[in-house]
Each structure stands twice: as C-alpha cells, then as structure tokens.
C-alpha cells in the first residue's frame, strides 16, 4: 500500500487514484479519474527497475505511436509519462469487465473447454488487432506480450468488440532491436515464442501471432501448451508441437485431424512456415472446427447399416438408412435398439438416452420414419439442421 499511496500522491496534480486493479511483474494498474478530462481511466505504473535502463526517451516515443492507433479492438492509449523519481507510467482508457485468464480459469473449474466457434468468438477482433498493428500502423507495432491478461472482455453487451487488447507496456515499433538488448526479459514465459530464447533473434509479428496460437489451445484444452513439456523442451528452437487431439472427447477425435495440423502450423518452430496474419490463423481454426466434418462410421452386426455424423453449425444429424415402412417405438428413457447402437459409438459425444445430454450441452431425440431411422442432435445454442447423406 505504500508504493500504491506513494503513486498516487505523485500523480495527485493530474489523477485522483481510485483503487488498484491489477498488478504482476511489469507493473501496477490503477483506477482513477483524470482531473483534466473529468473521465475514468487507467494507468499502468511500470517496475521502478526500469527507470534505470535510460528507456524513458524511447517509452515517451513508443506511446505517441501507441496514442495515434485507431482500432474498436485496442484499447485505447492516451499518453506516457515519467515522474520526478524516474518512473514510466502511461493513462488508457478504463473498461469495465474481466479478462480472458479469469474467463479461461472459470471454465477450468467447470471443467468445459471452449468451443472452436466460442474460441474463435473472442479471438476473431484480437486477431484483427494484432493484423492493423502489424500491417496497417504507421509505424508498425509488435506488442510482445499477447496473453488472456492483456486480453479484455468488455461487460457492456453494446461494446463494438467482443474482446479488447491491451497493456502495450513492453511493445516496440519495428526496428533492430533483439530480445537481448535490454537487461530484463520481455514477454511472459509461458507464451513466448520458441525464437525468443535465441540471442540474436529479433522481435516479430509471428511471435505475436504465435502467442495467439498457444492462448487458443489453451482455450480448447483447459491446458497451457507450457505445461504439456519440460523446462529444457520448452526453452529450445526445437519445441515439440503438442497433439490437440488428445485434449478432445474421443468421439470427436479423429475429426480433430485437420484442428491439429492448424496448431502445426500455428505453433511452428521456424516462423516463416506460420500463419503470415493472425486473421489466417483464426480463418483456419474455423474451418477446422470438429462440428463441421463428417464421418462415417460401421455399425458392428450383420446389417451393413453406415451411420453418418453431420457436424454442421454445431448440429449433429446421425442417422442410416432404413426400410421403406419401417417404424421403431419409442420410450421416453431409453433410445430404441437401432438408436442405441448410435449413441454406443459415441458415448463420449452423444447423450445415453433422450433424457441425457451429450457433450457441449447436446440434446437429441429418435427419428424414426420412411426416410431415416436414427438420432437428430443439436447443440442448445443451435437450431436442427438437415444434412442429406
């Protein structure tokens, strides 16, 4: 509380300090209300350590560039500063909502990963951001520290953005400056680039992009790809792409290939074989979602009967074809015979009985007429679809 009162009686002339509402190792957040402009905003105090670096000239630069930016999925940079003691700080605006850690920690204790079209949701104006500041901003930017923090989730439903980036505390207009130049790391460990632990290596949009990567497979996965090898593999040129797959229920897979060879890409050691934009990787990771493919599988037994899964949209239809005529009872607990056997080859995926739910919220019911004999399923945020086999 010292350092937070101390803070504030330095900056008492131009801010009132409301509370403090983040703070981790570059740096503490405050709440507080501009004097001068009479609104809420929020100022990032950097580590007094920095002060020493002979950076302030370069972090004044940095957040003129960082306060010319125009983007509905950046928030939005006003000035940077330094005190009489030497200290950086810089004034943004204020969102009121959560980020994508605490969002991603709740689900962990549910125990319900994210979904591709859910992931994609959130990601899909990070992506967009990341893009204009790499290929639109004059001069470009690398913010080097993508992670759910810096990731924002406004709570006003009205906001034009469904997620915001932030905190460009440690960014750099490109330029020749390595990783090693300064005598403090950059970067949060746990998402930086395999690149990041060369010496001579020079700061890039893919690294960006690659953080990006890694903040979906852990929205998939519950997991952080940093968790999935040791120390020494995750500090190599050489890092190991982990198998999203095995992260899936297992009725879905072996629909998981194509999501797997995205992360291949995505997460790649040698950046010039990644995704070039961030947007491409996100088009990807949607056109690899699971629930879009179709499989088909053979139903043991001795009819030949094929069942066919329609991942469409989030909605399943599983069904085989039947003789013209054929009719099945139903029971309002148990799925008939024929649906029975379908809801055996994906016990992970479909519910056990027209009561159940399957993964992801899934309800199903029997359809059994001239047509089809089978199961039609939908995810509870979607409406049925046909698909014709």
């Known amino acids: 509380m010292v350092q937070e009162d101390n803070f504030a009686h330095l900056v008492k002339q131009d801010f009132e300090v409301l509370e403090t509402i983040g703070a981790g190792g570059m740096g503490v957040v405050y709440k507080a209300k501009d004097a001068n402009l009479e609104k809420i905003v929020a100022i990032k105090a950097l580590p007094s350590h920095l002060s020493g670096l002979n950076l302030a000239a370069r972090f004044k630069k940095e957040m003129q560039n960082l306060a010319k930016l125009r983007h509905q999925a950046i928030v939005q940079v006003h000035s940077g500063r330094s005190l009489p003691n030497g200290q950086l700080y810089y004034v943004m605006d204020y969102v009121e909502g959560t980020d994508l850690a605490h969002l991603i920690a709740q689900r962990q204790q549910q125990n319900r990963p994210f979904t591709v079209e859910e992931t994609v949701e959130l990601l899909q104006p990070i992506a967009e951001a990341l893009d204009y500041l790499h290929f639109e901003a004059n001069p470009r930017i690398i913010h080097r520290d993508i992670k759910p923090a810096n990731i924002l989730v406004p709570a006003d439903s009205d906001s034009p953005s469904k997620s915001l980036l932030t905190d460009f505390g440690i960014s750099l207009s490109t330029d020749t400056t390595s990783y090693s130049d300064l005598s403090l790391q950059l970067g949060t460990p746990n998402y930086v680039p395999p690149e990041f632990y060369q010496p001579t290596s020079t700061p890039s949009e893919s690294g960006d992009n690659y953080a990006l990567a890694l903040i979906a497979y852990e929205m998939l996965s519950l997991d952080k790809v940093r968790n999935t090898m040791s120390t020494t593999g995750w500090q190599t040129t050489n890092r190991m792409i982990p198998n999203i797959r095995s992260t899936m ?41 699971p629930r879009r493919y179709r499989m088909r599988v053979g139903v043991w037994g001795t009819a030949t009967a094929v069942i066919a899964v329609a991942l469409v949209a989030g909605t399943m239809i599983l069904h085989h074809p039947t003789d013209a005529g054929r009719q099945t009872s139903r029971s309002s607990t148990t799925w008939p015979e024929e649906q029975a056997q379908v809801a055996k080859v994906f016990p992970e995926l479909l519910p056990a009985g027209p009561d159940d739910t399957g993964w992801d919220g899934m309800k199903c019911q029997a359809v059994a007429n001239s047509q089809r004999l089978g199961l039609d399923c939908a995810n509870y945020r979607q409406r049925v679809w046909g698909v014709p086999i």
């Open 249 to 289: 229920p297992p009725g879905l897979r072996l629909m998981g290939r194509p999501l797997q060879r995205v992360f291949a890409r995505a997460l790649d050691t040698i950046p010039a074989r990644r995704y070039r934009k961030a947007t491409d990787f996100i088009r990807a990771l949607q056109s690899a979602d």
